[in-house]
């Protein structure tokens, strides 16, 4: 029993450590615009069949030294290809419909979305592409569990990401600029601030960590697909939603707390319904989160309570 606890403890930790770098880009955007990007997930998307490529085309590179180089190269080029295709979104899906209300840039968002969906299944496949390991084969067996070489890196690699983007956003001078064009975009442009850049930077940054997510993901199940950003994407803005959305710490936690519940609903499904019910029943829990959370606790974990005090100066609709 200490086993599978063990184990299904390693999975959910693996795929929640996906979920928030994935909320994250959600969580970001909204902080700064009050936009939901339902872009997001395609940027997700496009990060792994890029990756799939180049990992494709290096492929003949011998391991050691050279591997290491290229999925270092792989991430870091998929990073700034998908950031800067994220920073072209905005510039012109977004940033003409800033002064609108938040129905259009959400329309817009939608758009961009199926655009991008269509693009990859027209332009490069249809079918799910296998996608090729970066990583040896190596297992590791703790306790009865079985944690692989992948699910370790995809863990410590992404909690890295999330604690370089705190001190970011926190102790940089760009950072700053971010959190007051958050705070308020007006009186950020009233005190000299160019508000396109912390804007821009947010739209690149959110949508490379997107992209790395795809990879970690791509490369845990083998698979590449064009349709992989919905569901995925669905589940990480639950998980933006649950921890609060608009508080990276949120979008952290919530991210983890989705994987806990998920994975080790999904291993005692089985159990508890004596295989009526099977794990493949595992979005349920996901879903039943997001509906929950919105009925009895919309701010989630740190998200704030917004007052009617504090909403006299905006319009939403």
Known sequence: MIGFLLQQLINALTIGAIYALIALGYTMVYGVLRLINFAHSEMFMVGAHIAFFLLAAGASIAGGAAGILLVFGVFLATFVAVGVLGVGIEATAYRPLRGASRLAPMLSALGVAIVLQNVVMLFVSRRPLPFPPFLPAISFNLAGAVITLNQGFIVVFAVALMVGLGWF???????????????????????????????????????????????????????????MGFIVGLKAFTAAILGGIGSIPGAMLGGFALGLLETFGAGLLPILTHDVIGSEYRDIFAFSVLVLVLLFRPSGFFGEAVTEEGMVYKRDF
């Not at 102790?171 to 804007?199: D, F, H, M, Y």
């Open 169 to 227: 956003v926190n102790a940089t001078t760009l950072g700053i600029k971010i959190r007051a064009v958050s705070e308020n975009l007006q009186t950020a442009q009233l005190l000299g601030i160019n508000v396109n850049r912390p804007i821009s930077l947010i739209f690149f940054i959110g949508p490379g960590l997107g992209a790395v997510a795809g990879i970690l993901y791509s490369s845990y199940y083998g698979i590449a697909v064009f349709s």
